[in-house]
């Protein structure tokens, strides 16, 4: 099956620092990407929409300068969490789906960020 | 009305038992519905895509009901293995390529030794 991979896996950093995430479709091409957040013992909650060559559509009560969106490639989207703070501590994760495979969506492993 | 509604679960089952997870969605134009589990503290894995003509694989069977919007998966047996929370996710084309993805809340089971 298709892979997805996202880097990094795990980041610790201090409050105010910016983190930057990136999901890559590593034997497909994805013209659209899905970056959603899982807090503990929560649903998975998708945040934005990621196109490529166009501005990401994020779900509402997600703001938009705070979780920067880029998707510069068919296979790379990154998601930068900018000044984070400790309650933007979560599990990110990331899916793209093979643009031939009817909305069929590959998950990546996700990435665990805890702000101190 | 929130757009792809699961039942609430927690589903405890004992091994063997057989399972029914009910999924119904809101927008009449979505395309395409799938069946994922996400195990504990990792990413959701697709389990089945579902088509109106009903689809089967091993121990589970989803059936699409576009007429009522409904969307059901049926687990036979089940195993320890397969307590996990299921989602049952809604996709819709926006046109240019891109499509739009709804997911819902989840469904947990507990298979029971």
């Known amino acids: 099956g298709a892979v997805v991979s996202q880097h990094p896996s795990w980041v610790i950093c201090k409050s105010g620092t910016s983190v930057k995430i990136e999901c890559r479709s590593l034997?497909?091409?994805?013209?659209?990407m899905f970056w959603y957040r899982q807090f503990p013992k929560q649903s998975l909650m998708l945040m934005a929409t990621?196109?490529?060559?166009?501005?990401?559509?994020?779900e509402q009560g997600v703001e938009k300068d705070k979780f920067l969106i880029n998707h510069a490639s068919l296979t790379l989207s990154t998601l930068t969490v900018t000044s984070a703070h400790p309650e933007d501590s979560s599990f990110y994760i990331c899916s793209a789906g093979d643009d031939g495979g009817y909305g069929k969506q590959y998950f990546g492993p996700g990435t665990r960020l805890l702000v101190l | 009305r929130k757009e792809v509604e699961q039942d609430p679960g927690p589903f405890n089952v004992p091994e063997g038992a057989t399972v029914a997870f009910n999924c119904t969605y809101s927008?009449?134009?979505?395309?395409?519905f799938f069946w994922y589990r996400q195990d504990c503290r990792k990413e959701p894995k697709l389990l089945m895509s579902?088509?109106?003509s009903g689809n089967e694989d091993g121990r589970f069977t989803a059936q699409l009901n576009r007429a009522s919007q409904y969307i059901s998966l049926l687990i036979r047996d089940s195993k320890l293995s397969d307590s996990a929370t299921y989602l049952c996710v809604v996709l819709a084309y926006s046109g240019a390529g891109s499509y739009q993805l709804t997911f819902g809340k989840g469904t947990k089971l507990s298979v029971i030794p």
């Open positions: 927008n009449s134009a979505s395309q395409s």
């Open positions: 034997d497909f091409q994805a013209t659209t």
């Open positions: 990621s196109n490529e060559g166009s501005k990401a559509t994020y």
């Open positions: 579902v088509y109106s």
